[in-house]
C-alpha cells in the first residue's frame, strides 16, 4: 500500500497553527487537554509505536507537574515522555494556574534533538472516558498517526 505524501508543517503554516481538516479528522500541531482544577492527579498510557525513530510525547501546565512526588516547574518548557526510558504507563499531579495541561507528540530521528511541529508532525485525538486517546504522526511526509498512540486520563 502506498502512503499519502503530506506535509502538516505546510498546512499548519497556512493556518497559523490553528487545526486544519484531513479525511475527516480535526488534526492539530498540539492539544489543550483541560483538567478544570488546579491539583489533579492523572495517568497517561502509551498504546503502541510504530515507527524507526524514537517515539515520546511531552506536556507542560502553567504551574507545576509532580511525577513520584518530585515537582518539576515547567511553566514554559516540555516535560518528555520517551517510548524507551519512561514507564509505559505511570500516574502523575497536575497544579495548574490555568486548568490546562499542554500536550504533544515528539520524535528523535537519531541525532538527539527533540522534534516536533515539523513535516508530517501532527496529531489528533479521541474522547475516552474521563480523558483522551492521542494518534500522532512524526516528521516523515505520511498521514498514518500510528507512530506513537497515547492516552492520558483523569484518575478520579
Known sequence: ?????????EKFMKTKGQT???KGKTISMWDRFPILQNN?????????TDSE???GFAIRT????IFNDVQQKK??????????????EDEFVVKSKNGLLDVKNIWDIGNGVVESWTNG???YYEEIPNGRRYYCNDGHFDDDFND????????K
Do not use: T
Not at 500500500?1 to 508543517?9: G, L
Not at 502553567?62 to 507537574?65: D, F, L
Not at 506513537?148 to 484518575?155: K, P, Q, R, T
Open 121 to 123: 508532525g501532527a496529531m
Open 62 to 65: 502553567n504551574g507545576s507537574v
Open 53 to 55: 525513530w524514537r517515539q
Open 1 to 9: 500500500m502506498i502512503k499519502s505524501m503530506i506535509d502538516f508543517s
Open 40 to 48: 489533579v492527579k492523572a495517568k497517561y498510557k502509551i498504546i503502541s
Open 75 to 88: 511553566k514554559k518548557d516540555w516535560i518528555a515522555i520517551w517510548e524507551d526510558i519512561a514507564l509505559w
Open 20 to 22: 486544519i481538516k484531513h
Open 148 to 155: 506513537i498512540i497515547f492516552e492520558i486520563v483523569l484518575v
